[in-house]
């Protein structure tokens, strides 16, 4: 191999390697918790030293900050892009928004957080408010909009928007934490996608003017 080669090659790996050590941060803080998880059995799952963990996350918490960053916050930015779009009909986009958001929930990834900030938040608040300010409070503005755009319209009865909004996200965070959770005590696999197509349906009817006549 020329060393123009390894130089590239190495330059590959080191770009990916904070991706790797988050993905190896996430497995710990879900599998041991937040507080028992330890920045050297982090660096041992990614296959690194403990030395090269500080080369780019000074604490545990950055690297809590980090994920939150570049996996839900990334997440929310998309749905965002979904709700922009003023070509689609309000109660079109609640439909995408929770399909885009009810599959996310199964991403072995995104349905770690719920349960991880639950266990976790009380003894660390920070975590808790981290999650809260970028993936909650940005998803339920998100569905406030649209949902407030629906009433404009007439689409949607006048009710409160921002509690609506928390009305069609708090399933879906249930799901993630049933999965997490109580799944493995189950005869079968929890049924995401049926759980979220008849949350769907049973959402919008209570929202939509004139949908129980």
Known sequence: MSELARSQRWQ???DARPA???DA???????????AARLEDIAARAGVSKGTVYLYFASKEEMFEALVQTIPKANVEQARVIAA???????DLVRRLL???GALMGDERMMKFP?????????FPKLAETYKREVISRGVGIFSTVIERGIREGVFRDVDARKAAYAAIAPLLFSAIWRTTFE???DEPFDTQGFVAQHIETFLRGIKRGADT
């Open 99 to 101: 399909q885009f958001m």
């Open 85 to 91: 779009d003023g070509s689609v009909p309000a109660e």
């Open 20 to 22: 790797e050590l988050l």
């Open 184 to 186: 493995r005590f189950d």
């Open 25 to 35: 941060a996430l497995a710990e803080f879900f599998e041991k918790g937040f507080a």
């Open 115 to 123: 349960r991880l900030i639950i266990s976790d938040g009380g003894r």
């Open 12 to 14: 590959r790996r080191k």
